[in-house]
């Protein structure tokens, strides 16, 4: 993350993002998006989850949900869609970290 932060005028502390003109999300969600990264972003998902901690891959549950709203509402009309609809029709580009992040919560 060092060596690809500045590019992003990422503020790290501690190797992790912190405070600057980008949200912690914003700057993990960048992060995220750099090829150079994926093998440390797997090691760190695998690391933390071992720990209680899941790390999503695009760097937040908003860009995994695409345009499904993180409220009641968004909430209620995504299940009501998973009762009639496979989640891999709902989330062609994420069912699988989706359906990780279940695996990993019940497991």
């Known amino acids: 993350m060092a060596s690809i932060?500045?590019?992003h005028s990422i503020i790290l502390?501690?190797?992790?993002?912190?405070?600057s003109s980008l949200?912690?999300?914003d700057a993990f969600r960048l992060l995220a998006r750099e090829a150079a990264i994926q093998t440390n972003l797997a090691s760190l998902k695998e690391k933390m989850q071992a720990v209680g901690i899941y790390?999503?891959?695009k760097g937040t549950i908003e860009d995994h949900l695409?345009?499904?709203?993180?409220?009641?509402?968004?909430?209620?009309?995504?299940n009501a869609?998973?009762?009639?609809?496979n989640l891999n029709v709902?989330?062609?580009?994420?069912?699988l970290e989706i359906t990780d992040l279940v695996t990993w919560l019940i497991s």
């Open 5 to 7: 932060a500045p590019t």
């Open 13 to 19: 502390n501690a190797g992790w993002p912190t405070n």
């Open 23 to 25: 949200s912690a999300a």
């Open 55 to 57: 790390v999503w891959t």
């Open 66 to 78: 695409g345009g499904i709203s993180k409220n009641e509402t968004g909430w209620a009309n995504f």
């Open 81 to 85: 869609r998973l009762e009639t609809e």
């Open 90 to 95: 709902i989330l062609p580009n994420d069912h």
